[in-house]
């Protein structure tokens, strides 16, 4: 089993930034995908960007945000600068084991986090 638990969110101003963390227990490969979701009230889940090897992003947050993942100490990061208040949501990590999934589709992963806010003032 592999519980991922998430840290970093806050309250932030338009155009600030924040790293979020998640760091996993129990056995995690490099051939798994690790990625961060979000979801805002009312709205469904998001793909926002995941990492196995090469990196992918969904449109909005290219060139604004970075995932990238530290295997020694278990953990991925999402590195968000230029904030903007549509960013705001629950941002999740999410592991998935099979690699033949689709990397943006929520399905494909098989553990999550429980969460953390990240809301952008505007």
């Known amino acids: 089993q592999v519980q991922l638990v998430e840290s970093g969110g806050g309250l932030v101003q338009d155009g600030g930034s924040l790293r979020l963390s998640c760091t996993a227990s129990?056995?995690?490969?490099?051939?798994?995908?690790s990625a961060w979701f979000r979801q805002a009230p009312g709205k469904e889940r998001e793909f926002v960007a995941s990492?196995?090897?090469?990196?992918t992003y969904t449109d909005s947050v290219k060139g604004r945000f970075t995932i990238s993942r530290d295997m020694a100490k278990k953990t991925v990061y999402l590195q968000m600068s230029g904030l903007k208040p549509e960013d705001t949501a629950v941002y999740y990590c999410?592991?998935?084991?099979?690699?033949?999934?689709?990397?943006?589709?929520?399905?494909?992963?098989?553990?999550w986090g429980r969460g953390t806010q990240v809301t952008v003032s505007s």
């Open positions: 999410a592991t998935g084991t099979n690699p033949l999934t689709s990397r943006s589709s929520p399905s494909a992963y098989d553990y």
């Open positions: 990492i196995r090897g090469s990196v």
């Open positions: 129990g056995r995690i490969l490099s051939s798994y995908t």
